[in-house]
């Protein structure tokens, strides 16, 4: 195997431009396979984070007296399963709001009676979903409360969008898979023809079809790696450029510090570039009769 290796590399050196534009072609594919496992991971953790919030937003009406208000944030205070509660004036909400817009002319033109005033409640994460539904159920039966927004519905939208974006995915895997296996078989079976001497030497001299074929496919496993491997560092720097530049007001709006791909997603992808490597090597090299 060593003999193997170290002829797959001097084909590696020998061949570097075929082999450079094979990588370039790889990690072009991998590049945007990786860009879409990226957005599958983020939503799935800004699925996961909103899913375990157990926040709501108790709307008041406009004529609900000032005492009934007071109590009702007094009696959530001491529910044990609530962990924090706070009341927002329609002036409150409209500071919020002009704060995640800036200094938008249209906003500063809404008048502050547009903006509900309500109560924000922050659950205990460890409290199940019945609970909170019990509590919520509630509320919204109280005269001063106008309705109760608990955000699942936004979040099972969430999830829709997440279980369309991991199909997606899965689509766009098998077209770059597709693609691995052409370019690493096409490129295999040029470099073997580029080197038809060499390989008519080998088989006069007693070489086995699979002592000829080997570095060819172990040529294509490295070009698998290398291409995933590089697809991922571009990836990187675009990721890491880009959340330079992501508005901190956004990511502060849905809770969420934007991640790159898990560590075993990114050992997945190098892997999965070896071995489709190592296959569209094989593939390659199988059609040539002359080997």
């Known amino acids: 195997m060593s003999g193997s290796i170290e002829r797959a590399k001097r084909g590696l050196i020998a061949e570097w431009r075929l082999h450079a534009l094979s990588v370039v072609s790889l990690a072009v594919a991998f590049v945007c396979l990786g860009a879409a496992l990226l957005v599958v991971v983020n939503l799935h953790e800004l699925k996961e984070r909103w899913g375990r919030t157990g926040r709501a937003s108790v709307y008041l009406r406009d004529d609900a007296p000032p005492a009934q ?20 004036s329609p002036a409150d909400a409209r500071a919020v709001v002009f704060g995640q817009g800036g200094g938008d002319p249209t906003l500063r033109n809404i008048p502050q009676e547009a903006f509900p005033a309500s109560i924000e409640i922050d659950v205990a994460p460890e409290v199940g979903e019945a609970e909170v539904q019990a509590i919520v159920g509630k509320l919204a039966a109280l ?37 691995v296996l052409a370019v690493v078989g096409s490129t295999m079976r040029l470099a073997l023809t580029r080197r038809r001497a060499e390989v008519e030497v080998l088989r006069l001299v007693g070489a086995s ?83």
């Open 209 to 291: 079809s699979s002592f000829v074929k080997t570095p060819y496919v172990l040529e294509g496993t490295f070009q698998g790696a290398i291409g995933a491997t590089a697809a991922v560092a571009v990836l990187a720097l675009l990721f890491f450029l880009v959340k330079t530049r992501l508005d901190a007001d956004l990511a502060g709006l849905l809770g969420l510090d934007p991640t790159f791909l898990p560590p075993l997603v990114v050992l997945g992808m190098i892997v999965t570039g070896a071995v489709l490597g190592a296959m569209g090597g094989a593939l390659g090299l199988r059609r040539l009769t002359a080997v």
């Open 143 to 179: 005269p001063a409360v106008e309705g109760v927004e608990t955000y699942g519905t936004w979040t099972a939208r969430l999830g829709s969008v997440l279980q369309g974006g991991t199909l997606a995915a899965l689509a766009l895997a098998t077209i770059v898979f597709g693609a």
């Open 69 to 88: 208000v007071e109590a009702i944030v007094a009696a959530l205070k001491v529910i044990p399963e609530v962990k924090s509660v706070r009341y927002l």
